[in-house]
């Protein structure tokens, strides 16, 4: 089992839906977990973080999080074509070090 | 966030060669990290590099295929030694500042193919 596992994809969305990205984590005892945003041939890129049971928003962003079920998500509100990229779910571990998922291929259709 | 710039952008080099990649970061950082990202695959984490000392080393990583160093709290240099066609990847760089909410960001990276 992985310690960090996402649907590969793609997942396609018409333009002004929701998109949600969803993400599992092995590790019970996992604290945080961070959403990051790659565009083909760029490197990732923050978009939130998340480390208390429930909703955390910014912007057209909510992460949501779920300990009992080890289970993180993010919701993108009126999905853009520019949202369209590789959303990677990744777990912080002891010495700060960042255990990534292998990603989910969002596009977005106008 | 911190503005962080790596050399070379990309590179091609032959096998049984060797590259040092470098990081250099606008201000002083607690954590600096270098993760690998082979075509088509994730982000895997190569080592910690630590100020003033060997780094940390990540299962299926070594230091004399990686050696690592990071002489102050805005630099650092990954080494990839003795390349083979397996090592081409994108080379990344990430930081860490405790007093910006422990979030970690990325340089953009380095990519290198080995022929």
């Known amino acids: 089992q992985k310690e960090v596992e996402q649907n590969s994809g793609p997942l396609s969305v018409p333009e002004g839906a929701i998109a949600s990205l969803n993400c599992t984590y092995s590790d019970r005892g996992s604290q945080s977990f961070f959403w990051y945003r790659q565009y083909s041939g760029k490197s990732p890129e923050l978009i939130m973080f998340i480390y208390s049971n429930g909703d955390k928003e910014d912007g057209r962003f909510t992460a949501q999080l779920n300990k009992a079920s080890q289970y993180v998500s993010l919701l993108i509100r009126d999905s853009q074509p520019s949202d369209s990229a590789t959303y990677l779910c990744?777990?912080?571990?002891?010495?700060?070090?960042?255990?990534f998922g292998a990603g989910t291929i969002l596009r977005v259709k106008s | 966030s911190a503005v962080i710039s790596q050399k070379p952008s990309r590179d091609i080099c032959q096998r049984g060669t060797s590259l040092t990649i470098q990081c250099q970061v606008d201000?002083?950082?607690?954590?600096m990290f270098w993760y690998r990202q082979q075509p088509g695959q994730s982000l895997t984490l190569i080592a910690t590099a630590n100020q003033g000392s060997e780094a940390t080393y990540e299962s299926g990583f070594v230091i004399d295929k990686f050696p690592i160093s990071r002489p102050n709290l805005t630099f650092s240099t990954l080494t990839v030694s003795n390349m083979s066609p397996e090592d081409s990847s994108i080379y990344l760089c990430?930081?860490?500042?405790?007093?910006?909410?422990?979030?970690?960001?990325f340089g953009p990276g380095t990519r290198l193919t080995v022929t």
């Open positions: 990430s930081v860490e500042d405790w007093n910006s909410s422990y979030e970690q960001y």
């Open positions: 201000s002083q950082v607690t954590m």
């Open positions: 990744a777990v912080r571990k002891y010495g700060n070090k960042l255990v």
